[in-house]
């Protein structure tokens, strides 16, 4: 059997090291020490110099960003993501308004953003799909000409650059999400990035349910802590993340070399700062993607129809609009097995089925 995905493990030992720890300190969440030694590692690792806040997952992060940026009303956002990007917009009272994606990096088409706004919108969501970095230019400079907050769900990049710095750089906050199938995990996890130090700190009162000293209450806010049991598989996964990083780059080179000439698959803004996160392929009709699926599943080889559906379909989103390119793509994508202990025998067993 071969899954879509499998969480990198890192060796026992070194996990059990650090969970020793815990047992002897008692301490097991609210601020630990092994939460707090994450919270310098990691930005060192990705080199990346604003205020990093760890959190319990991606979604929650998504929820704090709209919070803490104070977003009201329509929210620009793209119909291409996970359902987290959308629900955690409603969740927060806030409006979707889909607009469409560029059909190559399958990331919101900045060109569409502009029809779109309205007197009631405040900011604008976008996902780096797959790892793969939008137009970061172009969206800041609609931002900055309708006094627009940006939010990226980064949840894909870890690892990513775009001309040479960290992706989580860019907008006014950057999400991640460290959960167990992401190519950095902490079991569970996520995190926000911002450049602002204002926003930093109502960021780090509102994972904190808002608390300002034991007694005092800053404003409102919300459980969004993570534990020191998920910080120890963090800094056990960090060691290893350079050796990963590269694994990932070389087994998703050979599927495009295997497979390029026969699929379309993703047009990358910027190679040499990509994480390789994963590897979609598209196909010329749904009725042609699920007669494969089928295929592979007989054959017990596990793809993911990710992102499927198009999330302006929703139940709770859903509008006369049609979003033409993103409702395709959806229906027509299947990401490939793709984790650091997938073999290249598998790979090509892999390839072997898709093309024959
Ligand atoms: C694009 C995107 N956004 C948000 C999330 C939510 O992250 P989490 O599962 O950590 O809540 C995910 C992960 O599943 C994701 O892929």
Redesign the pocket.
């Known amino acids: 059997m071969i899954p879509v995905t499998k969480p990198f493990l890192p060796p026992k030992a070194e996990l059990y090291a650090l969970l020793d720890e815990v047992y002897d300190r008692n301490w097991l969440t609210n601020s630990g020490p092994l939460v707090n030694l994450l919270e310098s590692e990691i930005p060192k690792f990705l080199n990346y110099n604003g205020h990093f806040s760890y959190v319990n ?3 929650i992060a ?1 929820q704090i960003a709209i919070k803490a940026l104070e977003l009201t009303g329509d929210i620009i956002t793209t119909p291409f ?2 359902v ?2 959308t629900s955690s917009i409603v969740w927060e009272g806030c409006k979707p308004v889909f607009v469409d994606i560029e059909e190559g990096s399958c990331n919101i088409d900045p060109r569409k953003i502009e029809a779109a706004i309205t007197p009631t919108t405040t900011g604008i969501l976008a ?1 780096h799909v797959y790892g793969n970095p939008c137009d970061v230019e172009a969206i800041a400079a609609i931002a900055k000409k309708h006094n627009l907050k940006v939010i990226y ?1 980064a ?2 990049c870890f690892g990513t650059t775009y001309k040479g710095k960290s992706i989580f750089e860019y907008g006014d906050i950057s999400t991640t ?1 460290f ?1 167990a199938t992401k190519l950095f995990h902490t079991v ?1 996890g ?1 995190a926000l990035f911002t450049n602002t130090k204002a926003v930093a700190h109502k960021i780090n009162y509102m994972r904190n349910f808002g608390h300002n000293g034991q007694e005092d209450f800053w404003g409102i806010g919300i459980n969004g802590k993570n534990s020191e049991f998920h910080a120890a598989m963090g800094i056990a996964n960090l060691k290893h993340m350079g050796q990963v990083l590269e694994k990932r780059k070389a087994q998703w080179l050979l599927y495009r070399a295997q497979l390029g000439k026969h699929y379309d698959t993703l047009d990358l803004i910027d190679e040499t700062g990509f994480n390789y996160s994963y590897f979609p392929i598209f196909f010329k009709s749904e009725k042609d993607l699920l007669a494969k699926k089928k295929l592979l599943d007989d054959n017990h080889i596990y793809c993911r129809r990710y992102f499927y559906p198009s999330l302006n379909t929703l139940n709770y989103t859903k509008t006369d609009t049609i979003l033409e390119v993103s409702e395709q793509r959806s229906k027509t994508v299947l990401t490939l097995p793709l984790y650091d202990k997938l073999s290249e025998e598998n790979q090509f067993l892999i390839v072997k089925n898709i093309l024959s």
């Open positions: 997952n991606g979604t998504i993501s996970y987290a990007t996902t769900d949840a894909h999400s959960h569970e996520g």
